[in-house]
């Protein structure tokens, strides 16, 4: 049987016609989860649409007591300071030991400057030998970090994204329009490489959202600077705050 040509479900008007308009419902969602949220994240490798953050009370007060209230503002600088071992570890390390670490990738003079900088805002010390120690006991500075990559369609971009996102997330979203949410939903094995990978799917509505696929760990897990770099952003925030 040929059906008339005439009569034809009428096509549904689109839920969004533009990205940004999905914004105001994923940070509330993301609010909704007692995280700070922050929109247009810069990340190393380009921009994350929002990310949220839950800072830990007991080791922001820690940090506090350190009197460590700059921002580690470089991962240079980060990387870094993750390499230098604790006070508590009776452990140090010296200059010529991690110029030679760090080499090719961070010449001398970037090694000695960002030690001189880490330790004029109070994050490591010197030895009576001369040898670096980091002041610490604060780390991790944070409970969670959520990132939301926001496509209106172009599933494929979204989810590579959201991959790379799950560098220095905790957990990481693809939020797309409901309709499309679902449709994605019901044909995810088209795209198991990214949801076994610990990707979630979030269907945004016009004025809530809903988890379709939960968020997972990631097989790699978070680079330690790169993660530690982005929450310090929201520490610059929390101290200018307080």
Known sequence: ????????????????????EMVASASRWLRARRLVVKPEFVTPWGICDLVGARLNKTNVMHRLRCRQTSQLSSITRTALLLKIPEVETGKSACLKRMVRDWAPAMPEEIVTRELRKLEADGFVRRDPLGRWQRLNGWMPLHDSLVAVELKL???DEALHQARQNLGFADQSFVGLPSDVAKRVKATSARWSEFFDDGIGLLSVGDSHCRVLIPAGKSRQGADSAIQLYCVDKFWRDHV???
Do not use: H, L, N
């Not at 049987?1 to 990205?19: G, L, N, V, W």
């Open 1 to 20: 049987m040929i059906s008339d040509p005439a009569i034809r479900t009428p096509k549904m008007p689109q839920q969004f016609t533009r990205e940004s």
């Open 153 to 155: 369609s172009r599933i």
């Open 240 to 242: 200018r705050g307080s």
